[in-house]
């Protein structure tokens, strides 16, 4: 009975993606299904997907990142930089995955080493990153509209192998297997002579390395950089990985496939209620609806843990 429960449970996401596709694609006449609607769905979900990938770790443990967009706009900016100063295009890939990985780290320190609350330690690179990009941007237009965006036969490739790596690294190796028994009880964890910090460190090192390479691709499509770059962006992605079936408190539920069904789910119900006529402005009280249902859910089912809040 218990097994048909968890089977069940895991499934549901899958589910209420499906449905969600179904239900926007009739609503809106199949304006949903166009092939056009659809490529633009795969351009948005992209990024959010690559992102999403790698705060499945951080998430894993218990841990939130609040500077995902911020770090996201940075990393660009910078690539945008030194393109603009050295005219070399192979610089662009590693300097994102350089930025972003370094910030990643920044936090990560912050929060395993001097024992900052992740809430606080990400919000506080989120309001840095954003105040460098903010007094840069104010004073120039950084842009690499020179570059044509990347073809979708690499982006395709790149994501499956990342796709690939990442479900082994959670499935697999001691980082993924560490970070979710540090979610069951980081205490348990700490006890049983893992360090522990040492494994939370590495999340926040992989979340940023899969952040860069989302930043790569995103500013080879867009090509210039403006302040709202990243805005919203760690919200959608908390969003998506919870519509994904991932609990709040991380532990042994956490799964890369919460990062992939979620990232669809989120990219379909946004532009549903697009093309049904929805303004913008309103899109925010929209998923903050959404996200306070399920982590109401979420919250239910830590409580019969004896978990209610990330640790």
């Known amino acids: 009975m218990k097994d048909n429960k968890q089977k069940l449970s895991s499934l549901l996401p899958f589910a209420a993606l499906i449905f969600v596709f179904l239900l926007f694609t009739a609503l809106t006449g199949g304006q949903l299904a166009t092939v056009k609607s659809l490529s633009r769905m795969m351009t948005q979900v992209y990024t959010v997907m690559l992102i999403a990938l790698g705060a499945t770790f951080i998430y894993m443990h218990g841990g939130i990142d609040f500077s995902l967009g911020s770090v996201l706009a940075l990393s660009e900016m910078s ?69 044509a965006a990347a073809p979708w036969s690499l982006q395709i490739v790149v994501l499956a192998v990342i796709i690939a790596a990442l479900v082994f690294l959670a499935d ?101 209620l697009t093309i049904l006529g929805l303004n913008s402005s309103y899109m925010g009280i929209v998923k903050g609806i959404v996200f306070l249902i399920m982590v109401l859910f979420t919250y239910k089912r830590n409580k019969a843990k004896g978990a209610l809040l990330p640790r």
């Open 79 to 147: 690539a945008a930089l030194l393109f603009e100063a050295t005219g070399m295009s192979w610089i662009l890939l590693p300097a994102t995955i350089v930025v972003a990985v370094f910030c990643g780290l920044l936090t990560g320190l912050a929060t395993v080493k001097l024992n900052v609350p992740p809430f606080i330690a990400s919000l506080c690179m989120q309001l840095a990153g954003r105040g460098v990009l903010t007094t840069i941007l104010n004073s120039r237009m950084v842009s690499v509209t020179q570059l």
């Open 172 to 272: 697999f190796s001691k980082v993924g297997k560490y970070n979710k028994a540090m979610g069951e009880n980081r205490k348990a964890t700490w006890i049983s002579g893992i360090n522990v910090n040492r494994y939370r460190l590495l999340a926040y090192v992989i979340c940023g390395f899969t952040l860069g390479v989302a930043a790569y691709f995103d500013l080879r499509r867009v090509g210039v950089l403006a302040g709202n770059t990243g805005m919203g962006m760690e919200m959608d992605v908390l969003i998506a990985l919870v519509l994904g079936g991932l609990s709040l408190s991380g532990g042994y539920k956490a799964s890369i496939r919460c990062a992939i069904i979620g990232s669809l789910t989120i990219v379909i119900l946004e532009n549903g």
